[in-house]
């Protein structure tokens, strides 16, 4: 019992309630291109596979990596004197999605639907760019003698994040079941939201990771390389220099501390481990209002219940991971939050039955909690604190880009399928397998790497 209390006054961290309010900035972006979006297209006649399709916006999430290098580096003007440089970037991104917003009210959707991709595009960029100063921050948090915090810091972002995608985006789709309230209307709540999630970021404290020395140390080296190099003139060497620095010594790094068979397995295992999940996320909302259920529904029993099972158990599974391991909470979470889709292929069998809804609403939102918790742990314990954005953003990326590319095509399955639903969960059940064989692979390996934290 002692222990208990002890773990739960681990809770008790300022920068632990600063993850939980960057979490919730970072999760309702989801809504506005995800379920708020999909709901919109549906009630406007669009075909599953057309709102399938538009899900490649969230393409952005799997490439971020590409430009995480410019966030850690480049100071924005007057935003970094006031903010740092890791606000400062979740400032700005949250005035572009807000913007967005705003525009995505002005569209005919039926006549102007490149516009509205186009835009959704913009929120899917600047959201992606948002999460990266965002996770580099949580991880820039904790010290390298502070491991116990990691899934602590996984449990609190993975609330925030449901309480921002849940509790926030069940307000679009009960506005949008009101006769009062068109879908562009919606969105200009939508643009006020994100408004409002602006002033947690002026709260929250810029952690000193003392980056900036340790790249200038990495830049001195490579100069003292190069230093009897004639041949490149001297602001040509200084270019590459910052180059190399910024987006070559991440990767290198992170495949010198791991050596490249290992590296190689993890990143296969990030891209893997949650794709059945994201497969039925993507057509979730469509397969509900299929059924029978009401935006109104969908809202109270998917996101509001959703969202405190979630933010309940991801909590819990932050401390029971600390407690119990990383690698084992992978296992556990893995194939419990995969079994949980067979409940939506019952409910497909059965039909829109309330009750079966909510529990496979509860079962699912437990499940996956613990699972996102597991995997955030995971790959942020993979971070070097001298590249947290840019390493977090890869690993991040990778997990996303499966889900993304196939997820895109969920609609397609589902009309291959003549949609049978419960079929359509079941194969999603079955995607977890590959992942589970490819850690029982690298258990070993991954334990070493939380017991030399």
Known sequence: MSAFFSRLQQYNDR???????????????WVIIGSALSAWLKDEGFSRSEIGYLGAVFLAYSINFFWAPLIDRIKLPILYHWFGQRRSWILFCQTLIASS??????IDIQSQILYLALAALVVSFAS??????????????????????????AGMATSGWWTGYAALGSIPLILSDSAVWSWSQVYFVIALIMILLTLPVIWVNEPNAQRSEKLKALEL??????KHNTQLP???????????????????EFFD??????????????LIFKLGEAILGRMSIVFYKEIGFSNTDIALYSKMITWWVTVLFSLVGGWITAKHGIVKGLFIAGIAMSSSNLLFAWLA?????TDLFIFAVIVDGFTAAWGTVAFVSFISLLCSHTFSATQYALLASLGTMGRTLIGSFSGVLVD???????????????????????LWKIKTSIKGLEETQ
């Not at 069998?349 to 039955?353: I, R």
């Open 257 to 270: 501390r791991n050596g490249i068979k290992l590296a190689l397995s993890i990143l296969c295992f990030v």
């Open 234 to 252: 001297l602001k040509v060497r200084q270019m590459l220099i910052w180059f190399l620095v910024t987006s070559v010594e991440p990767i290198k």
């Open 128 to 153: 992606a760019s948002q999460d990266i100063a965002i996770d580099a921050l949580r991880i820039d948090f904790f010290k390298q003698n502070e491991a116990e915090k990691i899934p602590l810091a």
């Open 101 to 106: 917003c705003l525009a995505m009210a002005f």
């Open 349 to 353: 069998h059965v039909g829109p039955q």
């Open 221 to 226: 080296k490579y100069q003292d390389k190069w």
């Open 15 to 29: 920068r632990l309630f600063s993850v939980f309010l960057l979490g919730i900035s970072s999760g309702f972006p």
């Open 416 to 438: 291959y399928l003549d949609g049978n639903w419960s079929l359509f969960f079941m194969l999603t059940t079955l995607m977890i397998i590959p992942a589970l064989l490819l």
